[in-house]
């Protein structure tokens, strides 16, 4: 386990970084995202922050306290409907705009539902689109800023960010669960004819985890993170009827004591950005204790059949069929 110490003392060389840096939290409004987008407040020197979500209201509240945290940061909300992949483009328009770089880009959108195939407007499932979809979407309409950002070397000349990358910080960290990796159904991706939870469980899961490898290795100066996150208490439960809240209250209490902390979850997910000493072109599969986590039978399985590269043409042909 990577101590909470030194997860800290790793974020605090944000800083080395130089002022400006662009985090982009889609999901920032609650949860994981909220608090890893405080930490990367607190940690660096005058950030630009996106914090991209549904609800207006707690955003209002977020930026104010961010405001209050740092100062000299510059936090924006976009309010977004992240289910549909035509409203992420629009969103992601809006970010293009602004910003030639991007340094950061976390990804926290998901549901937790007891409902069979719900689907959006766009003939996706909504949580299939929630958890993975949208965010590969984010990921792809945003790699040219990951990669200016990667090309573009610190702005300090102190040597503590060289350590970490050379190439200028650039990371895109997507939180689901590494090592819940399992098998696919390869002729029905999309789970249109064979829908249920815990196939889409299993596909979001694999189907992340292939793809950041995909996009590793194609995009070698960038560092791709799945993360598990263990049990963290956030607002997931919101879109549950009362019966279903009340049952996950009650498996919160089970597994109170491994829960992990929310802002300690915040720590290492921007700990999983901003340690960059693995290898590159290579993705990061982690836990909890931001160690190495991940199903390695099976996905070296899948490498040598080539499933990644499989995965990862069904994801583009799904962005061409529905936002052309």
């Known amino acids: 386990m990577v101590s909470f110490d030194q997860v800290k003392q790793t974020n605090s060389s944000l800083k080395s970084y130089g002022a400006g840096l662009v985090g982009v939290f889609v999901g920032g409004t609650s949860g994981i995202g909220e608090a890893t987008a405080r930490s990367f407040v607190r940690n660096a020197t005058a950030p630009q922050v996106y914090l991209i979500g549904r609800n207006e209201s707690q955003a209002s509240k977020i930026i104010q306290e961010l405001n209050a945290l740092n100062p000299e940061s510059k936090n924006t909300f976009l309010k977004c409907d992240v289910s549909l992949l035509k409203k992420v483009d629009e969103v992601c328009k809006e970010i293009q705009e602004k910003e030639e770089k991007v340094n950061v880009l976390v990804l926290t959108t998901g549901m937790m539902t007891y409902k069979g195939r719900d689907e959006t407007n766009e003939g996706l499932d909504k949580k299939l689109s929630l958890h993975y979809y949208t965010r590969m979407r984010f990921i792809a309409n945003l790699l040219p800023q990951l990669n200016a950002a990667a090309n573009s070397p610190p702005s300090t000349s102190t040597g503590a960010a060289e350590e970490f990358n050379p190439h200028g910080l650039a990371s895109v960290v997507s939180v689901l669960e590494a090592g819940g990796e399992g098998q696919l159904i390869k002729d029905d991706l999309s789970l249109k004819s064979n829908y249920s939870l815990a196939n889409a469980r299993t596909h979001a899961i694999t189907m992340t985890s292939l793809s950041v490898t995909e996009l590793a290795q194609s995009n070698p100066s960038i560092s791709f ?80 059949k080539k499933v990644g590269e499989d995965v990862w043409r069904h994801t583009l042909n799904v962005f061409e069929e529905v936002c052309g």
Do not use: C
């Open 225 to 304: 993170t799945h993360s598990f996150p263990g049990v963290v208490k956030t607002g997931v439960i919101r879109e549950l009827g009362l019966l279903g809240r009340t049952i996950a209250r009650a498996g919160w209490a089970l597994a109170r004591p491994w829960m992990v902390p929310i802002e300690e979850s915040g720590e290492r997910h921007l700990f999983a950005a901003v340690d960059q000493r693995g290898e590159a072109g290579q993705p990061h599969l982690v836990g909890s204790d931001s160690e190495p986590r991940g199903n390695w039978n099976l996905l070296e399985e899948f490498k040598a």
